[in-house]
């Protein structure tokens, strides 16, 4: 038997998409460390296990790193390719340059063609003047 879903919440949403809407093939499922909210097809979980899902970081014991891409920490985040440093799943679909590889969306690559001139450019998606 499969975890069940939550019941919705109109104050919940994805983490990535920024949408609330579950749908029966895609619902949103909730770290059971941090709890980020994500849907299954943005971040990549095909099936929602039985037990504990963790999200990436919290997998690996890394609760809340820093996002490369940007100054807000926490979230629904990839390592990148090294495993070294992590980026939020939105910097880098919306940050030109990386991109997600792998089964699942497992990893970001393209860290290094991120041009440092957008370094002081405002962020359409939280407004702050950081990051790529």
């Known amino acids: 038997m499969e975890k069940e879903a939550l019941a919705y919440d109109e104050r919940t949403v994805c983490d990535i998409c920024r949408r609330p809407e579950p749908e029966p093939d895609n619902q949103i499922v909730f770290c059971d460390v941090c709890n980020v909210g994500v849907h299954q097809t943005c971040y990549g ?3 929602i296990p039985r037990g504990l899902w963790l999200c990436q970081p919290c997998s ?6 820093a996002c490369v891409l940007c100054p807000n920490r926490g979230g629904a985040m990839r390592c990148s390719s090294s495993m070294q440093r992590w980026v939020h799943v939105s910097c ?3 940050v030109p340059g990386p991109f997600l590889v792998g089964k699942g969306h497992h990893f970001v690559c ?3 063609s991120v041009p440092i001139a957008n370094r002081s450019l405002r962020c359409g998606f ?6 790529a």
Do not use: D, N, Q, Y
Not at 60 to 65: I, T
Not at 126 to 131: D, H, L, V
């Open 45 to 47: 979980v095909e099936h």
């Open 92 to 94: 880098a679909l919306w």
């Open 60 to 65: 690996v014991g890394r609760v809340k790193p």
């Open 110 to 112: 393209g860290l290094s």
């Open 126 to 131: 939280c407004g702050i003047c950081a990051g």
